[in-house]
């Protein structure tokens, strides 16, 4: 059985918390097995201490349904402590937000891939404690598409934004809090860090073989199911292509008015995509790109979660995408993330060559072409695995 960080930390409270005003980053997805939030738990467990509360993209209960959608601050009805929103006004916490407190405890789930902002939030977090004195401490949580897989291109500094500050590759295979060590030593954030690890997780789990309940994180991540692909198909975010929102299945569907699903599997065909089904089907979105207009696309059925690759497959229909409807595909245009000026494609990818490569290079190739700083990633990586 696999026991969270916001359980062990009801188990055996930190001494560095006695006594101290304690703030928490989270949002509704931020549970314990019994779906009891852990801002309750917290005061529970911590009665009169916690002073303050932060949250994420997409608000304190996820409830913003896209990009460049902000969050006002807010009181919280549960516990009338205030709520300050880290994407609205501010993405980085203010020094009088931090004045309020001496320890933020940090309990988000993460789904494992480079571009979702919590990863940046909490890296702000530490950059902030690191600058007015505070210390942090990071409740872990798994990885929802395992500890072991790592892959795609690494960051290039050229393409640094809110859905990419450091350079690490789509997939990385690291926890939230190994995420945190990493980033607060590797990239010198320098904070005062401490992880309250878990108990009973593995590497090679899965989020359904972990036992514990899913709660979506944000809108558009409803299932276990999503989180396995999305890091291939976020790529659409950045295109006119749909990538399911407004529908039942945001991420797993993806495809377009002028998409021809057979003509799509032929040009395909010659990249191997193991692990996965491409299921021809036509959908209609109810909002967000092409809605009320018949899509014809793909569902992604994971049929073998651990061979599975989403970025070879999402880049190989990218590349299918701008072979055979070239008048037809479109870029989206900035603004992205709160960058005015670059190509929202490039920031999501990391790179800005790479949309480019895809007309002229199999993505084999292309591949073989990022390895080797793939591998010093993986180098780096391997001193912050703490399970």
């Known amino acids: 059985m696999v026991s969270l960080g916001i359980e062990e930390l009801l188990a055996s409270p930190l001494p560095s918390l006695q006594g101290r005003r304690v703030g928490l980053l989270c949002n509704q997805a931020s549970v314990d097995r019994n ?16 002073t303050c509360l932060f949250s994420p993209q997409h608000g304190f209960f996820a409830e913003k349904q896209d990009n460049m959608i902000e969050s006002d601050h807010l009181v919280d009805r549960a516990t009338g402590l205030p709520v300050f929103s880290l994407y609205g006004e501010a993405r980085r916490p203010t020094v009088e937000m931090f004045d309020r407190l001496d320890v933020l405890l940090i ?33 872990d949580r798994p990885n929802p598409i395992n500890g072991l897989a790592v892959e795609g291109n690494i960051l290039q ?41 878990m108990k009973g997780w593995q590497r090679a789990m899965f989020y359904r073989d972990t036992g514990l309940p899913w709660v979506f994180p944000s809108p558009n991540m409803p299932t ?6 999305y890091p291939g198909q976020v790529i659409w975010e950045g295109t006119n292509i749909s990538e399911g929102r407004g529908t039942c299945l945001p991420f797993e569907l993806c495809g377009a008015p002028f998409w021809d699903p057979d003509e799509m599997l032929a040009e395909i065909s010659s990249t191997p995509l193991p692990g996965c089904t491409l299921r021809r089907m036509a959908y209609e979105p109810t909002s967000n790109k092409w809605a009320g207009e018949t899509c014809y696309g793909f569902h992604l059925l ?56 895809l007309l002229d290079h199999d993505i084999m190739t292309l591949e073989e072409g990022w390895q080797g700083e793939l ?11 703490h399970y």
């Open 302 to 357: 994971v049929t073998d979660p651990e061979s599975f690759m989403p970025y070879r497959t999402s880049l190989a229909l990218l590349q299918a995408t701008m072979r055979l409807y070239p008048e037809s595909f479109a870029l989206k245009k900035p603004p992205y993330e709160y960058e005015y000026i670059k190509t929202p494609i490039d920031l999501i990818l990391g790179s800005n060559i790479l949309q480019k490569s």
């Open 375 to 385: 591998e010093t990633f993986k180098a780096i990586r391997r001193d912050y695995l």
């Open 224 to 229: 276990p199911e999503t989180a396995l692909v």
């Open 35 to 50: 779906f009891v939030h852990s801002r309750d738990l917290v005061v529970d467990r911590l009665p009169g201490q916690l």
């Open 107 to 139: 309990d988000l789930p993460d789904v494992g891939t480079r571009v979702y902002t919590f990863l940046y939030t909490m890296a702000y977090c530490l950059a902030a404690a690191a600058e007015f004195g505070k210390k942090v401490v990071v409740l």
């Open 157 to 197: 500094p050229e393409c640094s934004s809110f859905v990419g500050l450091y350079p690490i590759p789509m997939r990385h295979g690291l926890t939230f809090g190994e995420l945190a060590v990493m980033l607060n030593q590797h990239f010198r954030i320098g904070a005062e860090l401490e992880v309250v690890w």
